[in-house]
């Protein structure tokens, strides 16, 4: 009989909870390629749990949120790994004593020499540009009826991003998709409609997610 694999307690933290869809792509690959790779229990410190538990299926999720600095610090000590995901988001856990990955964490614009903030914190590794991880995600197929759902069902051609120019080149429907669940979001994209050119000749759509 075979022992038993070792199961590693990884943490994984960054802006998620189900506020920003582009978040959650980040999130949902750093899960695939965890559970790929290693034998893990997944701990997600989200802004919400209960979204988290229902929408990536890990093994416990912390609301963050809702507790203090001294009631998360157990659950980082109980960690063998905690994973920064995504984003542009800078944290310090070595005072737990937990070894921290960063994951496709913004740290630029590396162009400009004039920006020296990673050298003066310590950094002293070459950097290596990766591609966003949510590329890694292999597409799932939409419902059949998915089209009709978002009222978006017709003969005409969807796109689904912003710019007169798709109107008058491709004779096409526009599609604004708001990434986060918030009122706020959605005002930008009124916005941005209220500016089109091609706004009232053409089928302009907002989709709430």
Do not use: W
Request: negative net charge.
């Amino acid at each position: 009989m075979s022992p038993a694999k070792e199961i590693y307690k990884v943490g994984i933290t960054g802006s998620y909870g189900g506020m920003n869809l582009g978040d959650e792509a980040i999130l949902q690959s750093i899960i695939t390629q965890l559970r790929k790779d290693l034998p893990v229990e997944l701990t997600v410190f989200s802004r919400d749990a209960e979204d988290t538990k229902r929408r990536h299926g890990v093994e416990r999720a912390i609301p963050v949120r809702k507790l203090s600095r001294a009631e998360v610090q157990p659950e980082i000590e109980r960690l063998d790994l905690l994973v920064f995901g995504g984003g542009g988001i800078l944290y310090d856990a070595e005072e737990h004593g937990v070894p921290v990955m960063l994951y496709a964490v913004g740290a630029g614009p590396l162009s400009d020499p004039n920006v020296q903030l990673r050298e003066e914190a310590g950094v002293r590794r070459e950097v290596v540009v990766t591609a966003e991880p949510a590329l890694l995600l292999k597409p799932e197929p939409l419902p059949r009826n998915i089209l009709k759902i978002e009222g978006l069902e017709g003969k005409r051609k969807l796109i689904g991003m912003s710019a007169d120019f798709m109107v008058d080149r491709f004779d096409a429907d526009i599609v604004f998709v708001p990434m986060e669940r918030s009122v706020l979001d959605s005002q930008h994209s009124r916005a941005v409609i209220a500016r089109m050119l091609r706004a009232a000749g053409s089928g302009v759509i907002l989709c709430q997610l």
